[in-house]
DNA sequence: GATGAATGAGGTTTCATTCAT
DNA sequence: GATGAATGAAACCTCATTCAT
């Protein structure tokens, strides 16, 4: 479904050579944004030449795609896992809060690059990338969703679309709080503690306390 | 405290002058990121030569910040006049909510620099600019809680920092999704519906219940 | 006389294979020009690798003088056979503008080339390329005007080589007008019709007319 | 009527240096050719930074174009000054010829831009550059050859408009033949003798005896 | 004979910033 | 205060050619 952003000549490479190309571009895009990140730096470090790297991606953005759509198929690998089980709704997220903070920290560049894509460049870009990214996610959490409330494990007036999207928006801010320097400090700025140094059990407490509320809250 | 990012030069322009720089500069630090911004377009844009731009501001940076804190300003007018009144807390969040609303759709151009300095840039820039733009802002969200909950309007269980956090995380991540064409097309995947066109009231309505969930519920 | 342009590799492919070379190599070339055509694109066209194809040619100057010279032997044999025959010098001349026509139409690509190789490139390489291409044309048409300049057929004090110059120079200009996207504009512009939709035989008539006066007028 | 292709800051620049620029790019263009130039030398050459040649010009396009044109203007101005005096077509013929060698020799790295332009590049260019070119000098060769015709100083039966198009393909070739290497030797080839060798007076005679039977040969 | 992965020099273009006037 | 001409480093991308297999 995804329209791959590489040239045949990358599937062609050793694994082990799209796995150093894609790593050290991740690194590169994640620390220095897109528009500072620089080729011919990423090739040096791959160990590949620059001609070398346009065989395999025709462009700057194509590489910058394929970087992103690697780390976003790991993110959402483990998402998979955690929401094909049968639990309940609240459980379900219980384990995604998790997972999410989790993943932030072995996998902070991901993030940042998906960060990256949030802001700046052109309209129709961030349609598409928007398309691919949120697409299976939403459906997964809003699938969910409808489902407890088909079974009424969650209060009946709530809009299944509208409530998935606030909890994603809620685990998406999550995810920058570990990762993007800004929201770094921002998170630091509300809580008062470094994320580093806080223990996530209480985050994760919390965060569940506050969704579960929204979830099954009932007027007295 | 924050400090000042522009010369003496500028602050003795007209009034005039002044807004104009900083209006032209909004409009395109908005519309095509800050890499992508061209300064010599701005001064020709504003009606003035690049050398006396660069009286103005020492760099290019030092113009984006003071037009960051320009927008920044305005949109903390309008919370500091919501959060100073007398009212409960759901009262004051759903006026919240619909000063968001309203302001994303009016100032849309601040929003989308301000999700543009939350990616990219420089560790130290980052928090620098965190600390100006976030501090006040959340000071008022934390008192406000604190205050619901020492006069026990809110469950007493919760963090007030925590769940201020969380509450801005919902407003900012839907005053994106009114400006912010990646979060646009995100809300429209999540809701099915483009967000130009769906009643503000209903979005109100259901974060509202979210919110207001989240805060007073009590486990029977 | 001419020295080949292609390794010995070359004549041992099959004629297939050599002819699907040279077609390819002449559409890149004739449509792109010698700068920008790339050889990587016409071994590919070609079905070949890149690497045999430097098998077959040192440079990729020698594989388009390979190409052009193809393209010439067409033209020149179909030259031969008007030039050899024991017609008039006017039947000859009409013969020839009547060829030249046809043949620019069906063999636009070789033109196209030939165009291609009277600008540009430098000096040493021009002048082997005319003494390859010209020489043999030349003479044809220089011993026909002088054989009818021996028969008393043109005008007494003519010379041979110069009117046979300015007689090529003619069809040349012909030639391209009918190929050549600049020249085929400027025919317009004199012209008022665009050459494809032109009459042949009124230019061939016209022409002719041109050419024959030139060679038997009389001052009175 | 020719859109101009510099911008405005050339117009600014002293005489001197749009002088020194248009010249040094001449040079480049007809001694390199269009894809061989390279920006860089000419700005070094011209003794300005590469970054004030792209304030002068948009692209390379546009330099080569300027260049382009100022060449064609010069010979332009020569030809309208022979064209508009009240001689006879046959009078104006010879001056045109002989201005022809004059200024070929004179303003050879003109005419090397201009063969240039003749080959490769893309179609529309190709078409909007021989409008622009053609087209003055055009309207100058068919006016005269039918006000001689109303007069009857020519035969009853030319078409002027094909009459003029032969005339100027003899002095195109002409041209070429004093300038381009590849003609130079073609020339070569053709008389027997080197171009620059050559007295004028000979081609011109020889080259007037031609055009002259062409225009007033009367069938016996 | 045949492949095609790999190289890397080199060219066009952009734009933040300076400074003489 | 105000101008805007001038700079030049730096980035993306192309393609002729090589060579190990």
């Known amino acids: 479904m995804i329209e791959k952003r590489y040239k045949e000549a990358f599937e062609r490479a050793t694994d082990e050579r799209k796995e150093k190309i894609l ?20 090739a040096k470090n791959a160990g590949i030449s620059i001609g070398l790297m346009y065989k395999y991606f025709a462009t700057k953005e194509d590489l910058f ?8 198929k790991i993110l959402d690998d483990a998402l998979e896992e955690i929401m094909q089980c049968d639990d309940k709704l609240l459980v379900k997220t219980e384990r995604l809060i998790r997972t999410t903070c ?23 870009f961030a349609k598409n990338l928007a398309g691919e990214i ?24 709530l809009d299944p679309r509208m409530f ?11 995810q920058f709080s570990y990762t993007c320097d800004y929201y ?20 994760i407490k919390q965060l569940l306390k506050f969704i579960e509320s929204a979830f099954t809250f009932e007027k007295k």
């Open 65 to 72: 795609i394929t970087c992103l759509e690697h780390g976003m």
């Open 164 to 174: 998935a999207f606030f909890l994603d928006n809620l685990l998406i801010a999550l």
């Open 184 to 203: 770094k400090e921002r998170f630091k700025i509300y809580t008062g503690v470094d994320v580093e140094e806080m223990n996530d059990e209480q985050i």
């Open 102 to 124: 989790a993943h932030s920290k072995k996998n902070a560049n991901y993030i940042k690059m998906y960060n990256e894509i949030t802001s700046g460049r052109d309209s129709d």
């Open 23 to 42: 790593e050290v571009g991740i690194e590169e895009f994640s620390s220095k944004g897109y528009e500072n990140a620089n080729i011919n730096v990423i």
């Open 134 to 157: 949120e697409g299976s996610t939403s459906r997964k959490y809003i699938t969910s969703i409808a489902q407890a409330l088909a079974k009424g494990d969650v209060r009946e007036d």
